[in-house]
């Protein structure tokens, strides 16, 4: 679902509306997000892997296809859904900044609702400071940059900082390739004679 200038306007603006909904309901930004990871995967298993009722899954899955962000892979029982790619950047008014929306966007979204610190950091600078925060921990996934350059940059404190980029390294490590920095201790050549 990746935009392009070829694009009708009002093909634009339905996909803006389905991918606002993703944005302001954690649930179905977790669904998208779980659909996104699986490949593939049927009714049966959202229930399963995200404990949800049968009714409440039936409902979201339904609403993610008719928003146009899933699409179902076979008519054949059961029915198997998949995610559609996303890939939307919106600009502001002034046109001064650039927000892209993608699905590790949309899976930190989801995650607000098991995770205390990103819906912290919602409520207090909104999913377009999220998608900001999002674009800091992939740089610094990849050593380009530290909570404290993250900080005076938006003006937040350090801790504030240090604590949304470790509430979003899962969601980099999954949406992005990023080796992990650093060997771990086990890897590290010690001699147990030397002095510390």
């Given at each position: 679902m990746s935009r392009t200038s070829n694009r009708a306007d009002g093909d634009i603006v339905q996909d803006f509306l389905s991918v606002a909904d993703l944005l302001e309901e954690p649930q179905l930004a977790q669904l998208y997000a779980y659909l996104t990871r699986e490949g593939e995967a049927t009714v049966q298993d959202v229930m399963d892997d995200l404990d949800l009722a049968q009714g409440t899954a039936y409902s979201y899955v339904n609403r993610l296809v008719d928003a146009g962000v899933v699409d179902v892979t076979n008519d054949e029982q059961p029915r198997r859904y998949a995610a559609r790619q996303i890939d939307l950047t919106v600009t502001t008014a002034a046109g001064d900044r650039e927000y892209t929306i993608t699905p590790a966007l949309i899976d930190a979204v989801g995650r607000r609702e098991t995770d205390a610190d990103i819906d912290t950091y919602i409520d207090r600078h909104g999913v377009a400071g999220l998608a900001t925060a999002?674009?800091?921990?992939?740089?610094?996934?990849?050593?380009?940059?530290?909570?404290?350059?993250?900080?005076?940059?938006?003006?937040?404190?350090?801790?504030?900082?240090?604590?949304?980029?470790?509430?979003?390294?899962?969601?980099?490590?999954?949406?992005?390739?990023?080796?992990?920095?650093?060997?771990?201790?086990?890897?590290?050549?010690?001699?147990?004679?030397?002095?510390?």
């Open positions: 999002l674009t800091y921990a992939v740089a610094r996934g990849r050593g380009e940059v530290t909570h404290r350059l993250m900080a005076e940059d938006l003006d937040i404190s350090p801790l504030a900082a240090e604590m949304i980029l470790q509430a979003l390294r899962p969601v980099v490590h999954e949406h992005y390739d990023i080796e992990e920095a650093g060997a771990g201790l086990d890897e590290l050549d010690i001699d147990d004679t030397d002095d510390a």
